[in-house]
């Protein structure tokens, strides 16, 4: 595997992310995606319905790629309202588990003012490394 999960012995387990992840291959990055279709279409307000479609865009862009979600080291995500990703972590992570399975690399979350979609609700950017 070209993935190491970073983790001191003495710290609390980590929930749904990773403190660090270490690696090596070729490495892909995205751009910050949202909510909305291939069309650059939004189909809903729904905070984790626009999640689930940045989480398929990613998906798309890293297959462009030859990567799969296991290839993620890193996601970046912005939110306009903390408390409605709070209030949303089951459906969160029922949508995550879906698409991207049961693979939590490193993350950080940060509630912004504003995205400069305004029906966006969440924008995330992803790293992954493709081993070579």
């Not at 862009?61 to 912005?78: D, N, S």
């Amino acid at each position: 595997m070209s993935h190491e999960i970073l983790h001191p012995k003495h710290w609390k387990p980590a929930r749904g992310y990773a403190n660090g992840v270490a690696a090596t291959g070729r490495m892909v990055f995205t751009g910050g995606l949202i909510g909305w279709n291939a069309d650059c279409e939004f189909e809903t307000d729904d905070f984790v319905a626009q999640v689930a479609q940045a989480l398929r865009s990613i998906v798309e862009v890293l297959a462009e790629a030859g990567a799969k979600p296991e290839h993620l080291v890193r996601l970046t995500w912005y939110v306009t309202d903390k408390r409605e990703y709070l209030a949303n972590l089951k459906g969160l992570g029922a949508a995550y588990k879906e698409i991207i399975g049961r693979h939590y690399p490193a993350m950080a979350l940060v509630q912004v003012v504003a995205l400069v979609e305004n029906r966006a609700k969440v924008e995330i950017e992803a790293t992954a490394v493709i081993p070579q």
